[in-house]
């Protein structure tokens, strides 16, 4: 599923209007029925026969139909007799058809609402329209639909702060701001929002919550809190990152008329990773079946160097984790000084230590001591628990080279850059100047934001205020693939191809998680995925682990990074 910024929604929406012909009007009928039928189906949900809703806080009952000397308008509202199976449940369970108050804005968004309003009467529910500015302030096709809506005579009024009685209504459509919105809404848009989301009704969001930045996730304030969101053709950014994921609700994606096919026509590449696009764009089947006539060789060798004395325990979690996560054969490189401490630990695995000057830590382990290990792996993890020492960015120049062919190893190995390494990195005023890998093979680069933050430069806020870009930047200029990791975790290849992560829990906020990852992806390569396909689908199955491991515990706040290389 493509993910799309306004400004690329803009040029579809154009090419579509202006080359293939399609009336915008078209483009909005369309839109709005889909909006009508995801709010009929959210208070069939929430007003249903059993009087409770799925996955959202029952709203409080109104009474009484919309007082028309309160709005200016008529009283009550325009209803048709029940078109649908979600308005005779609503009804019956109501013992009246449901009242939708339709908040439309002076854009094209707010000609969505409007003409929603009118699918909702035909689908038997009753609908009144709170402009939040003059009407006559609309133009183009909006304006058409605020014609078209008078003259059904559905109801119709301009806000004014206080004025509203929201308990005469049982839901909101939100249409206020679309995704050309940019900054803090202004009055009298704030003061509508939060007044809708102190009703406690149920809101639909037509394509994204007012006060979202639909390219970054960023929540201003005031910002609708919605109980669904209808994004229309595309899924735009900032319904996929968080906040702005929290305050979208359940997304759906609704075609008006745009096909797939003219986002990929228009250069937009990035990318929401669900097991859909795992099986498509990554073209990975998830189960990964195996041939019978295979042996261990088939499926790679993967180095991890990792561990120290105070975490011994990254190296063990990643060793594990790359193991569980299918290759052949996992090989823990390590101080000679530790190895006494995690012999028998990992049994399936073998243990390369190094000589360590019997210091027990990297400072004295030379690197082309990994060069020989090097000459038989598939893959290389670098990082997880490895600790910091004087003149280690040096250090980790020279397993680079080694990795990149212009060492010991005579080839380019598949490399993961995790932990420490990362740190290490980020200290090296020259990585810009390394050698290039094989465009065919960029190493992969694992930061959470704070690592990320070094990396760049810059404060974790900044990272996280634009996750996309400054992953894609960084990918792109470095030429690696750049796992963002966090919530909705964001894998940035270097031809500017990124996906962002669906599956993953909170639970999965704990030590070792990490590890964990880099185990999985070091895993993949070694298998013989291509790096952008292993960061992208090792993200995507560390993330389902969590999920399998998290609904095997009573709780999230129980799991431990040991249980998500339990369910691989």
């Known amino acids: 599923m493509h993910l799309v910024t306004a400004e690329e929604m803009r040029a579809l929406d154009r090419y579509v209007i202006e080359r293939i012909g399609l009336p915008g009007a078209v483009l909005m009928e369309n839109a709005a029925r889909a909006v009508a039928e995801a709010a009929m189906a959210l208070g069939a949900e929430w007003y249903g026969a059993t009087g409770s809703g799925s996955g959202v806080v029952r709203a409080p009952s109104g009474g009484g139909a919309p007082s028309g000397e309160r709005y200016g308008m008529p009283s009550g509202g325009v209803g048709a007799p029940p078109g649908s199976a979600s308005a005779r449940a609503c009804e019956a369970a109501r013992g009246r058809p449901l009242r939708w108050l339709v908040l439309a804005g002076k854009g094209n968004n707010g000609g969505d609402g409007i003409a929603a309003a009118r699918h909702l009467l035909e689908m038997g529910a009753e609908a009144s329209i709170l402009y939040a500015e003059p009407p006559e302030r609309l133009s183009g096709d909006a304006a058409l639909q605020r014609d078209a809506a008078a003259r059904l005579g559905i109801p119709a009024m301009v806000y004014e702060p206080g004025a509203v ?102 250069g937009v590449r990035v990318f929401r990773l669900d097991e859909a696009a795992v099986r498509g764009r990554l073209g990975v089947d998830p189960a990964r079946p195996r041939r019978p006539d295979t042996h261990k060789g088939t499926y790679g060798r993967v180095l991890v160097a990792a561990g120290s004395p105070r975490m011994a325990g990254a190296g063990l979690l990643c060793v594990r984790a790359a193991l569980r996560a299918g290759c052949g054969l996992a090989t823990w490189a390590l101080p000679a000084g530790l190895a006494a401490a995690v012999t028998g630990r990992v049994p ?77 990195l980020a200290e090296a005023d020259d990585f810009v100047a390394w050698p290039k890998r094989p465009a065919d093979s960029p190493a992969i680069l694992t930061p959470h934001p704070g690592e990320m933050a070094r990396l760049t430069r810059t404060s974790t806020a900044e990272v996280q205020r634009d996750r996309i870009g400054v992953a894609r930047d960084y990918a792109a200029r470095h030429g690696v693939v750049l796992v963002l990791k966090g919530a909705a975790t964001v894998t940035a290849l270097p031809d500017g191809t990124v996906y962002v992560n669906t599956t993953g829990n909170p639970g999965m906020a704990t030590g070792g998680s990490g590890d964990v990852l880099a185990g999985v992806i070091g895993s993949l390569l070694a298998q013989g995925m291509p790096p952008g396909t292993a960061a992208a689908f090792g993200v995507w199955l560390h993330g389902l682990a969590g999920d399998r491991a998290a609904a095997a515990r009573p709780n999230q706040a129980s799991l431990i990074a040991g249980d998500i290389i339990e369910h691989l």
């Open 348 to 424: 399936e695995a073998m243990l390369a230590p190094l000589a360590d000057g019997g210091r027990g830590d990297w400072s004295a382990v030379d690197p082309e001591a990994l060069a020989a290990e090097l000459a038989g792996a598939d893959a290389l993890v670098l990082g997880p628990g490895l600790g910091r020492f004087a003149g280690d960015a040096a250090w980790l120049r020279r397993v680079w080279d080694i990795a990149a062919g212009s060492g010991g190893a005579g080839r380019a190995v598949p490399f993961v850059l995790d932990a420490d390494a990362l740190n290490m």
């Open 165 to 266: 009685d929201w308990r005469s209504f049982d839901g909101i459509i939100d249409a206020l701001l679309g995704t050309g919105s940019r900054g803090a809404p202004r009055e009298p848009y704030a003061s509508l929002i939060r007044e809708a989301n102190a009703s406690g009704l149920p809101i639909v969001a037509a394509d994204i919550p007012s006060g979202l930045d639909a390219d970054t996730g960023a929540v201003h304030e005031p910002c609708i809190r919605a109980a669904r969101t209808v994004a229309l053709a595309f899924m735009k950014r900032g319904l996929a990152l968080y906040p702005g994921a929290e305050y979208a609700g359940a997304v759906t994606v609704a075609p008006i008329g745009i096909p797939a096919r003219l986002a990929d026509a228009h």
